[in-house]
């Protein structure tokens, strides 16, 4: 009976027998990790080329945005009416559906916690809440319709069609109330809007980057 040859294999030897799965031998020679370290790699850099930048090239004063052609970097008055319209809507419904928690529960607390006490409460919430939203949300409507009209009449977006959309929109929303009534609503449409335009310039006042309308 044949004896198969052996012999001790070190870790490091190069090794060129063996069979395959089907029955060949292997395709070349192997190599242990320890001779690998030594083969210098040609061709090759160390670091990549996007880690030797100087990172004070990649602070910047401004921001940097990636527009369409001719699109501008601020949304216009006509892209923001939705936001405000929508914002002014939720707004006035949060805040009329507490002060109509507050209302019902005053008005009922003589009564006993019953089914309806509940139902009043509950009417009262939904009643202000609507009513509240309604109010802002068509504030908000006449605001950015008169703000689109004005802007796109004068050629020009700045503080003056903020202070004129507020105005007339005060002057049209008191206009029921007659004459009077729309001068006094002008009047807090012109003070809320004139407010509204120096907050938002402050920072230009100042000496520093405007802000937004």
Request: charge should be positive; aromatic fraction near 8%.
């Amino acid at each position: 009976m044949d004896k198969e040859p052996s012999g001790p294999s070190s870790p490091g030897s190069r090794s060129a027998g063996g069979f395959g799965v089907f029955g060949s031998s292997s395709a070349g020679p192997q190599y242990s990790k320890r001779e690998l370290a030594g083969v210098p790699l040609t061709g090759m850099s160390p670091l990549s080329p996007y880690l030797n930048v100087d990172p004070r090239y990649l602070l910047q004063d401004t921001d940097e945005f990636i527009l369409p052609t001719g699109a501008n970097k601020t949304r216009g008055r006509f892209e923001l009416a939705f936001f405000t319209i929508g914002g002014c809507c939720i707004t006035g419904a949060v805040f009329g559906a507490v002060n109509g928690l507050r209302m019902g529960l005053s008005e009922t607390r003589n009564m006993a916690w019953s089914k309806p006490r509940n139902v009043q409460i509950l009417n009262m919430v939904t009643r202000q809440g609507a009513t509240l939203a309604n109010t802002l949300g068509s504030l908000a409507l006449l605001y950015s319709a008169f703000g689109v009209i004005i802007e796109k009449a004068r050629g020009a977006e700045d503080d003056l069609n903020t202070i004129a959309a507020g105005t007339l929109t005060g002057v049209l929303y008191k206009s029921p109330g007659g004459l009077r009534g729309a001068a006094r609503g002008g009047l807090l449409g012109l003070t809320l809007s004139g407010l509204y335009a120096l907050y938002n310039n402050w920072n230009h006042l100042k000496g520093s980057s405007p802000t937004r309308y």
